[in-house]
């Protein structure tokens, strides 16, 4: 199926599998673009050696067209962009709108830039500022999230940019892809059903959690670093948003320690990516010390199978989702799905 996005990336299907810290690595993302979509690979839970590293290894795996998401405020996001460019990574993906010297360095390069977006005046400044293509997530979607449902946000942002949107939040099947393809969108970008691939790394337990969960399981909450976050409601989330502002600061420190070692980054660069995190947001400074709760309690979950202990990030789809397939068997089920689920429509106007 040939869309605006597959003629822009050089993919064979019009389906993202988005940049999901911890989540989507070298392996998800060389199956993804085998399997002909466009994988993402989340580079803001890596050092920038690991990045590189994490780069060559989908290369050694795939020949096909991949991409790298990063946050556009961390300090650091130059050094990532000049990876990007070296190693000839076909798209850039942005977790936060990146700056148009970003945008205007990279497309130089030759790289594509899509930064995930999720509301439309986001969207209009980004297209201004050169980026080819936006994914665009409703609240729905798992992770940090809005408060706007796909069905409104995605028309809306189709009417109000000429480059091509790509739909994210809720999708799971191929009914969802022509839904969204006839809203305007030029395809479908999806995390918790890439999760749940027999492809993704993470640990069995945490994705029999995933399964087992219905849709009023997944939940928004605070709790963890200040901003609306979607995720499996747990007894880890409750206790968070039960426990006092000291308690929670104490253990914030404490992971933000480990989060430094982890990430290679310097104290100093933290309190800057901090700084940045709080710049134009309504955050305390305790929200944004928790800001490195998020990468690793993500961890304890997505790489360390504590269900217990561990913060699973989902879409609201967690709730329908019921099989492991690999990526190669989602990626051609969806797209027989959309077959079918068009053929349906022709022969209801015939
Ligand atoms: C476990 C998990 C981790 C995520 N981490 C990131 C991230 O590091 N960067 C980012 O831009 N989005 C992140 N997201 C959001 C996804 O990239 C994607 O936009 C979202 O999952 C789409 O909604 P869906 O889950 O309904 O498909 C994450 C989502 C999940 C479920």
């Known amino acids: 199926m040939e869309t605006a996005l597959t003629r822009l990336v050089g993919v064979r299907h019009p389906i993202v599998q988005t940049g999901m810290g911890w989540v989507a690595g070298p392996r998800l993302v060389s199956a993804t673009a085998n399997a002909g979509a466009l994988g993402i690979l989340a580079s803001a839970t890596m050092t920038t050696d690991r990045l590189r590293d994490a780069v060559r290894e989908v290369k050694s795996r795939t020949r096909e067209p991949f991409g790298v998401n990063l946050r556009a405020d961390a300090t650091d ?192 660069r933290m309190i800057r990516d901090g700084l940045a995190m709080k710049h134009g947001k309504e955050l305390t400074w305790s929200q944004v010390l928790l800001a490195a709760n998020t990468p690793m309690l993500l961890k304890a979950s997505m790489v360390d199978g504590r269900t217990d202990l561990g913060v699973m990030a989902s879409g609201q789809v967690a709730g329908v989702i019921e099989d492991l397939l690999s990526c190669a068997e989602l990626v051609a089920r969806v797209m027989k799905q959309a077959d079918e689920a068009l053929w349906t429509l022709v022969r209801a106007d015939a």
Do not use: C
Request: charged fraction near 20%; aromatic fraction near 6%.
């Open 77 to 268: 996001a130059g050094d990532r962009v000049r990876i990007i460019i070296e190693e000839g990574v076909r798209v850039a993906s942005f977790a936060l709108a990146p700056s148009a010297e970003l945008i205007a360095e990279l497309k130089e390069a030759g790289v594509v830039v899509i930064p995930s977006i999720g509301a439309r005046r986001h969207a209009e400044k980004v297209a201004a500022w050169g980026a080819d293509a936006v994914i665009v997530q409703g609240g729905e979607g798992g992770g940090h999230t809005g408060e706007v449902a796909t069905t409104v946000l995605l028309p809306q942002v189709v009417d109000a940019v000429d480059i091509p949107v790509v739909a994210a939040g809720g999708f799971f099947d191929g009914r969802g892809l022509v839904a969204a393809l006839a809203y305007g969108a030029a395809g479908v970008a999806m995390g918790t059903r890439f999760l749940l691939t027999s492809d993704s790394t993470v640990p069995d337990a945490v994705k029999a959690a995933y399964l087992a969960a219905t849709v009023k399981d997944v939940t928004v909450t605070r709790a963890v670093d200040g901003l609306p976050h979607r995720m499996l409601r747990t007894e880890l989330v409750d206790a968070l948003e039960n426990s006092g502002r000291t308690r929670t600061l104490f253990q914030a420190v404490r992971r933000a320690a480990g989060f430094r070692r982890l990430s290679g980054l310097t104290w100093r």
